[in-house]
């Protein structure tokens, strides 16, 4: 099925109907990451999808008023109703107790719902059956047309050029916009800009994905750019790529097989690439964090071993003497591979010594042995004295608390309690 | 009681904030003069960044107004710096601690200009002044609480501006970092600077700040510390609900704790 004649064939782009959808899905394609990348940072996925859905009713009116269905006359009905979409989610947050997210839903499910009933209207008379019209709920690439690149292009290079000039503007404003307001920008028409730009892209999308799947456009790429890079002129880079990149795959999908459709074939492959990045990216991906995991888990472990035999240490009253195996394991229930191994690894990075009497603590491992004792009975006594918790209580606490606290903390700790000797179990805190 | 003040750098005359009708804020008048590190006191909830907001124009107000050096926000903006609460953003944000420093540059760019080289520089020695140079292009989210509150204090510092209204700026912050920021507010405040900083801790408050405002929805008090950081206004401003502060209160009150370092 797949073959790589095939795709070099598609990507020569030497038939005009290819040329006309790959183009087109990638102008619309960018053009939605791009502006995405804003909405994704303030959090505002749920209003692009409101607004996404909220053109329906606009495309409809503008095709009954205008019996057209040219992207020239259906477009700005599209817009017109995702801006009043837009400003019906603002005016009911300002003027009513409703909370956010019941806005955004109340306004998407009133609009979407009036569209779908404008467009069961349209099919049922006449000569909307041949409209094509409900191609808008999940789009249809295949009918890209060479005029309709011209205005993917126009609004896109707008909306591009728009975003690059007022890059500062909508960064500053995404991360603190009271600081923005504070500093005299002029929030309020910016705020404005940037929905009205989100609504040009959405518009704009609808025929490639449709209105129902138009949001993921608008939010994946972003999302999955940002597993990757922690700058924000990179995501925005990164993002436009991964919707080429998904543009390309989406259309030669359906063009193999022509009865797949385009639109959610790109959202399928934007959704891979999420996906992907957000098992595989380095540091903030899955299997990075799981990695800093096992991470911990095994520090925890080797302090646990380490604090075992100082314990014993401590009970006996001679750090010197040595201790088997057997007798970490008589003090604490370790897992026996688990013990031996942090052993092993305690011995290699000088911490424990082995002898004949068993394994013993190094200089160096006393101190680190003296150091997880005072933190965890530190930490018991701060819990008892500032939180009034019995003493019986506090272990378990402090048990997780000795792998987590910094010397600062620490420092801190020893200060807020008055530089104590004994805990609450009144047992010495080792300096 | 306020203590009147001649040719102030900041009035706030009868200010009423609320919020669906409950007021916040209920006809605070105060002034502070130039030159001064002034301290906003009360407990939770009594209006302290509803009031440093309404300076700014952030929130809309029910009555009343403010000036600044004599004029409205508008004609000063440009000689006016906020620093916000440390919680009010997303730390999360593909941002590097000189990216944030620098978008306190932008008002003087100005729309559609990109950042010159000398806001570049300036950005950089504000972060130096805040003892943060090393972690210039460090993601913000892996900078800890009391780094990011220096990155807040180092942008605010980029905007040279002559007052500063700073939403609790020692919040969250472990004690070395408390004593840097005292140090660069003292620092400010010697240079002529005025600065109005909303605080939390009444312990530190009697040590840090020589004028104060003491407010718990309605103002209480507002003057040089040594009149109003009394027992009585502090009870006042404290109510009976926090006995701890309470003893504190009694403490910098009837002993007189050192009051600068
Ligand atoms: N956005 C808001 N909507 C409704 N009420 C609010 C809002 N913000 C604050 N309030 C209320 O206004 C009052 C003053 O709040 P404000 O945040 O100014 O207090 P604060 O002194 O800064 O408190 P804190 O010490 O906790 O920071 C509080 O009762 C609070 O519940
Ligand atoms: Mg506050």
């Not at chain 1, 504070?182 to 994905?209: C, D, K, W, Y």
């Not at chain 1, 022509?258 to 957000?278: D, K, Q």
């Not at chain 1, 201790?323 to 394991?329: K, L, N, R, S, T």
């Not at chain 2, 939403?167 to 970092?177: H, N, Q, Y």
Request: glycine content about 8%; overall charge neutral; aromatic content about 10%.
């Amino acid at each position: 099925m797949l073959s790589l004649k095939e795709l070099l064939h598609f990507l020569s782009l030497s038939e005009p109907n290819i040329r006309y959808v790959v183009f087109g899905t990638i102008m619309v394609g960018i053009a939605a990451a791009v502006i995405g990348n804003f909405t994704f940072l303030r959090k505002r996925a749920l209003v692009g999808d409101a607004i996404a859905h909220a053109v329906l009713p606009g495309i409809c009116l503008a095709f009954m008023l205008q019996g057209s269905r040219s992207l020239w006359v259906l477009l700005p009905g599209a817009f017109v109703s995702g801006w009043l979409a837009l400003l019906s989610i603002d005016w009911i947050n300002r003027n009513s107790r409703l909370k956010p997210d019941a806005a955004i839903g109340l306004v998407l499910s009133v609009f979407f719902g009036t569209g779908v009933l404008l467009l069961t209207y349209i099919q049922q008379s006449g000569d909307g059956s041949q409209s094509g019209l409900k191609h808008f709920l999940f789009g249809q690439a295949a009918a890209i047309l060479p005029g309709d690149l011209w205005v993917f292009g126009l609004t896109g290079l707008l909306l591009c050029g728009l975003v690059a000039l007022f890059f500062k503007e909508f960064t500053l404003l995404s991360f603190d916009p009271d600081f923005a307001q504070a500093a005299g920008l002029p929030v309020r028409r910016l705020e404005l800009l940037l929905s009205t730009l989100t609504v040009l892209a959405v518009v704009t999308g609808i025929q490639t994905v449709g209105v129902v799947l138009m949001a993921a456009l608008l939010i994946t790429p972003a999302a999955a750019a940002r597993f990757w890079t922690d700058r924000l002129g990179a995501m925005v880079l990164l993002g436009a790529a991964f919707a080429a990149l998904a543009s390309v795959l989406g259309s030669f999908v359906s063009y193999q097989q022509p009865n797949m459709p385009t639109g959610p074939w790109i959202i399928v492959v934007l959704s891979a690439i999420a996906f992907f990045s957000m098992v595989f990216a380095p540091r903030r991906g899955g299997l990075a964090r799981l990695w800093d995991k096992l991470r911990h888990a095994w520090k925890i472990r080797e302090e646990n071993v380490l604090k075992t035999i100082y314990h014993s240490g401590e009970s006996l009253g001679d750090f010197t003497a040595g201790m088997h195996i057997e007798a970490v394991q008589g003090r604490r229930a370790f897992n026996p591979w688990q013990l031996r191994l942090s052993l092993f690894t305690l011995q290699r990075r000088g911490l424990l010594q082995y002898g004949a009497s068993g394994y013993r603590l190094s200089g160096e491992g006393l101190r680190e042995g003296a150091r997880l004792a005072r933190i965890h009975r530190l930490w018991e006594l701060y819990l008892t004295e500032y939180l009034r918790l019995a003493p019986d209580h506090v272990h378990d606490d402090a048990e997780a608390m000795e792998h987590l606290i910094t010397p600062e903390l620490e420092a801190q700790l020893e200060a807020a309690l008055g530089y104590p000797e004994r805990d609450p179990h009144d047992r010495d805190i080792p300096r | 009681m306020t203590t009147p003040v001649s040719e102030p750098a900041l009035e706030v005359h009868d200010l009423t904030v609320t919020y669906q009708r409950k007021p916040a804020l209920w006809d605070v008048d105060f002034a502070i003069p130039a030159g001064v590190l002034a301290g906003i006191v009360g407990p939770n909830g009594a209006g302290k960044s509803t009031l440093i907001k309404a300076i700014m124009e952030l929130l809309p107000t029910a009555s009343g107004y403010v000036r600044i050096f004599g004029k409205s926000l508008e004609e000063v903006r440009g000689r006016i710096s906020y620093v916000p609460q440390r919680e009010s953003v997303d730390w999360d944000f593909p941002a590097s601690a000189l990216d944030v420093v620098l978008m306190g540059r932008y008002r003087q760019r100005g729309l559609f200009r990109r950042l010159s080289d000398r806001d570049r520089r300036i950005a950089r020695d504000c972060l130096h002044q805040v003892g943060m140079e090393a972690f210039a292009s460090r993601q913000i989210a892996q900078l800890s609480g009391g780094q990011q509150q220096r990155v807040f204090l180092a942008r605010a510092l980029a905007q040279e501006a002559d007052l500063y209204l700073m939403d609790e700026p020692f919040a969250g912050v472990d004690a070395s970092t408390e004593e840097a920021v005292l140090e660069l507010l003292t620092r400010l405040r010697d240079s002529g600077k005025t600065i109005l900083v909303v605080h939390h801790d009444l312990q530190t408050a009697a040590r840090y700040f020589d004028w104060m405002i003491m407010l718990n929805t309605r103002l209480v008090a507002a003057g040089p510390r040594e009149q109003v950081f009394t027992n009585e206004m502090l009870q006042e401003t404290y109510g009976g609900k926090l006995t701890l502060l309470q003893a504190v209160g009694n403490l910098a009150g009837s002993k007189g704790l050192p009051l600068r370092e």
